[in-house]
């Protein structure tokens, strides 16, 4: 069975930084792709940044310039690099990712359980 987990969260003043990390456990053939979601209180959640397994990257206009995803030397690992935090950056922010599970092109897709990010003076 294959898990995501987060870390990195925290309370940041604005303009500061922030770096999550995301790792799966399990028995994983290779990455098809990885990214981060977010949700604030009483919205839905949204995409913020997306790695494919080929390197291609996509951002949501809001953090376009200000964060960068990126992929680990483990084939299981997603970085996301938060700068110029603002307080519109407040959120949960989720792991997702879909792994190639063995030759056979079965897929695993899912989430992690969040790790809260608040931007605040």
């Known amino acids: 069975q294959v898990q995501l987990v987060e870390s990195g969260g925290g309370l940041v003043q604005p303009g500061g930084s922030l770096r999550l990390s995301c790792a799966a456990s399990g028995s994983i053939l290779s990455m098809k792709d990885m990214g981060w979601y977010r949700q604030a209180p009483g919205k839905q959640r949204e995409l913020v940044a997306t790695?494919?397994?080929?390197?291609?990257?996509n951002y949501a206009d809001s953090v376009k310039g200000r964060f960068t995803i990126s992929r680990g030397v483990a084939k299981n690992t997603v970085f996301l690099q938060m700068d110029s935090l603002k307080p519109e950056d407040t959120a949960v922010y989720y792991c997702?990712?879909?792994?190639?599970?063995?030759?056979?092109?079965?897929?695993?897709?899912?989430w992690g359980q969040g790790t809260q990010v608040t931007v605040s003076s």
């Open positions: 997702n990712a879909e792994f190639y599970l063995n030759q056979d092109g079965t897929t695993w897709h899912g």
């Open positions: 790695v494919t397994s080929g390197g291609s990257t």
